[in-house]
């Protein structure tokens, strides 16, 4: 038997909470380079990203999984290209397929917006998302090596892209 596929669509103002509690809970040093969020907790949307920035996944009428596709700069001669700039899937969900459809779902909207190319930035160490990533066409395109000292170690920053 089969297992549902997640429902997505865009996020809505609504979701905020939902979105906050997942973001928090999903915190790991695999992806993160920021340290986890602490009470009193900021709101998920922002100024920068608003809910039509997020493409959400959810099982069952759950929240279970959300992509940020943003612009990588604010420059017009960059505006063809879209960045996924987080992605996080609830732990319940994870070997569902929810990453991967939300990535495409990514690609899918950054090409109906019209880019020609999308980009993002995985930690070296978190192998997990580089293998999905590459399973979806992107290509490691630049390194910037030990770009990061989390927990005691230098971690790259690996910029990875696709054209569209």
Do not use: C, K
């Not at 900021?42 to 759950?62: K, N, Q, W, Y």
Request: net charge positive.
């Amino acid at each position: 038997m089969s297992q549902p596929q997640p429902r997505i669509r865009f996020a809505a103002q609504d979701d905020d909470d939902a979105l906050g509690r997942l973001d928090r809970a999903t915190w790991s040093p695999l992806h993160a380079v920021t340290p986890p969020a602490r009470p009193p907790y900021a709101p998920f949307f922002s100024e920068r990203f608003g809910p039509r920035d997020h493409i959400v996944a959810e099982l069952d009428g759950t929240l279970v999984g959300y992509v940020r596709l943003g612009y990588p700069t604010g420059l017009p001669a960059n505006a063809h290209v879209r960045q996924i700039q987080g992605l996080a899937v609830a732990d319940a969900a994870r070997g569902r397929g929810v990453g991967r459809v939300l990535v495409r779902a990514a690609i899918g909207e950054a090409r109906r917006q019209g880019a020609r190319r999308i980009t993002l930035r995985v930690l070296g160490h978190n192998a997990p998302a580089r293998a999905l990533y590459a399973s979806e066409g992107f290509a490691v395109e630049g390194v910037l090596p030990e770009e990061f000292l989390l927990d005691g170690a230098y971690v790259d920053d690996v910029f990875m892209g696709r054209t569209l």
